[in-house]
């Protein structure tokens, strides 16, 4: 079953440019994590935020968590072309027997 | 230290034949995740193993679909009698701890086609 479901589902943008991507969830959760996929290739982790955090940074990469409205957000700041993929929230819980639900994805293409 | 390593990368089989996908986890990680990617589509939770248990299935299909992890060796996912349907990616994760407290490391995926 799907959890986190992503919007929008493309965006296309300039190099330089902000990119912003939402995901939605509909259960409790423990973490909610994002990761990126290059065409034809394997998930790459990009940042974790704990349920109990609002905000969290790792380089161009802002991301924040607002639980009562089961969202989160991901901002990439001055996207570069390299930063062309399809990027994924996935919500995961810390009780042993869970795994990692992942949403469609947003599919983001920066040109230069 | 190698990552999660999956091979083959490509696999092609005809209708009817089995397809056996091997899951290597990374070094120190004892739990095994395998998910399936359509085109165009996010990541569909099939099955969550420790050595020798399975932990939860309720992603897998009830038939032809089966996955082990023994106490020595890689993961192997196992289809029986594959139909076109079946063409897709399948990844494998691994992780160290219970749950998912921390992130997952994945691996590069075997590309299934079905002929």
């Known amino acids: 079953s799907q959890q986190g479901e992503e919007d929008p589902q493309a ?19 423990n973490n909610l994590q994002w990761y990126r996929q290059n065409s034809g290739r394997g998930l790459v982790h990009l940042i974790l935020i704990r349920s109990n955090e609002r905000e969290k940074h790792s380089g161009r990469l802002r991301v924040t968590l607002d639980t009562s409205k089961k969202s989160s957000s991901l901002l990439i700041t001055a996207s570069r072309a390299a930063d062309t993929a399809s990027y994924f929230c996935a919500t995961g819980s810390n009780q042993a027997g869970t795994a990692l639900i992942f949403g469609k994805g947003t599919t983001l293409s920066v040109s230069s | 230290n190698a990552g999660v390593m999956q091979n083959p990368r490509h696999l092609v089989r005809r209708r009817g034949q089995e397809a056996r996908l091997r899951c290597s986890p990374m070094k120190g990680h004892s739990h095994v995740y395998w998910y399936r990617q359509l085109p165009e589509e996010g990541l569909k939770f099939m099955v969550y193993l420790q050595k020798e ?13 089966s996955a082990e992890f023994p106490k020595e060796g890689p993961s192997i996912l196992r289809i029986q009698q594959v139909v076109r349907g079946d063409s897709a990616a399948y990844f494998c994760a691994s992780s160290p701890g219970t749950g ?6 994945f691996g590069q995926g075997t590309r299934l086609t079905v002929v």
Request: some cysteine; overall charge negative; charged content about 25%.
């Open chain 1, 11 to 29: 965006l296309s943008i300039q190099e330089g440019e902000n990119a912003t991507m939402n995901c939605s969830y509909k259960t409790s959760i």
């Open chain 2, 100 to 105: 998912f407290g921390t992130e997952a490391f």
């Open chain 2, 53 to 65: 248990n399975i932990i939860d299935e309720s992603g897998m299909p009830k038939e032809r679909f």
